[in-house]
């Protein structure tokens, strides 16, 4: 899943009042939660707006070297106060919730005291500039005098905003600088065509937007000139060591062994997958399966059929589904919009994306962006686009993107009691999830007319094994970027402007790049110990309803529930 880069995932909303009957520990804690939770919200407001929380929409985060001391300050207070609970008698659910919100305020606290990517990355201010603006206008649940009015207020809080980052930030490492330098373009335009776009809307509010985003580049402009006069720092310095790279996988993602035991597992899953992949590779192209079939290409193949055929392969998956019993799709599930990437987006984003509804917004349609598809086919085109419908070759994509991968389990995610709970954002079980789904879903014939298929399933794997072992070995000093794009584009046989892209991404935010293979081994190895115990009775329906109904929580905290 291609989300929007926020960089701090944090719980940022206040929680429910309390229940009767609690004793006096379980209100103490429901207490704390929500006073951490609400002070969150305010530190990281744009956050707030992707995960359906509107009261500071109008607000970027505050990096002043004051601010940021004392929100450090205040995280370890609460740290404290979480530990005096911890031998408390709390419910399970809520003994699990407590460790998620420890967990929250330890990765906030070494971000902000040791990572310290505010005095670092400059896209971190790019990138929140452009996302402050976008998880507004994608929320057609809030009226649009609301969103012109937050637009507005965001676009005027810029200038301040990029501000604190000329003066916060000191010798980036060459590869991020150099991308901020063109993410700012990128940044540019989407303010330009966001604008243009409400402008249309609202037409009465025209002089108020121009004026607002006139402000904006003015201040995009002198930070352009900040970032071309900054001198770089290390080219190593994304690396944030094996020390603190081990406290991510013991405090983020709960496992219980370090980065060099996480090395030796993506080793030797690459390792066997490719070994794998060649076996089939030789096997289907004795099967045939590579040679061009003849198809017939009708000349009015138009940009609608395209659109429409998405859309249909979006609900067939979702049918299939239901008709399998692989796993429980709620009947008021809510509606995944499978259109073309929004003009004002197409900046900021690839080909292929998915934006899931925030946890507690009234309108929870999510979005899969498809890129854009030309108004008027040539020949070439025509033949491409109907190959890919007559072969039915948007469902690998459905199936990570939508159901049974993001869509499904992210809506799920949001239905959870525990407001705790639902404002969980771990990539080890988001990705985890979609990933397994690609070859649970082969495993259970969905692609029976296309066996094939399957090499891109061992394809998809082998990639995450490369992932997972590019990522410790930037985060802990054993490749330099370049090193680490050459491996790849090597060890995949891909392209290496696509490598670069990859490989950038993975500096900039460690564990993410490893969350996919290591979520899916996880799931993998809770099933099969379930299947153990349970024998007989074990019903992968039922499992994976277990599994989605913990929220996106750490794999380890979910194996304590289902297996204590």
Sequence with gaps: MKRFIAVMVILLVG???????????EKKFRKLSQEILESLQSFWPVHATEMGIHRHDSRF??????????????????????????TAQLPADMATDLRLLQSNCEIGYLKLTRLEYHKTNPNLYIDDAVNGLYFILKNEGIPLRARVRDVIGR?????????????NLTGPPPIWLDYARRNVDNAVAFYRTAAERLTGMLPDREDDIN???????????HFQKFLNSLPAGSPTGFAIGKEYYDYLLQHEFFFGFDADSLLRIGEAVLARTQEAYEAKEIEYEAAGYFRRKPVFIPSAVIKRDVLDYYAWETNQVKQYLADSGIVTVPG???ECRVIETPEFMRGVTGSLAYQPAGPFDTAAVGYFYVGVVPDSLTDEQKERYFRSMHDRGFRGGVVHEVYPGHHLQLQIAARHPSDVRRWQMNNLLIEGWALYCEEMMYDRVLYEDNPGRYLRVLG?????????????????????????????????????NFIKTEVLRY????????????GKLAILDLRDKMAAREGSRFDLRTFHDRLLAEGSIPLGLIEKKLLP
């Excluded at 929680?15 to 520990?25: C, F, H, Y």
């Excluded at 450090?72 to 911890?86: D, T, V």
């Design 15 to 25: 929680l429910s009042a309390g229940v009767a009957g609690e004793t006096k520990n």
């Design 61 to 86: 985060a505050d990096y002043s070297p004051g601010t940021v001391k004392e929100k450090a300050e205040q995280l370890k207070k609460y740290l404290q106060r979480l530990r005096s609970l911890e």
């Design 155 to 167: 676009m005027e809080a810029l200038p301040a905003f990029l501000q604190q980052g000329e003066r």
């Design 211 to 221: 004026a607002a985003r006139d402000k904006a580049l003015a201040a995009f402009d």
């Design 332 to 334: 008021d599930i809510a």
């Design 460 to 496: 998809g794997i082998r990639f995450r094994a490369a992932r997972t072992i590019a990522d410790v070995k930037l985060q802990t000093g054993q490749f330099t970027y370049d090193e680490a794009v050459a491996w790849m584009a090597e060890t995949m046989d891909s392209d290496t």
């Design 507 to 518: 500096t900039m935010d460690p564990g993410q790049a490893m969350s996919y293979l290591m």
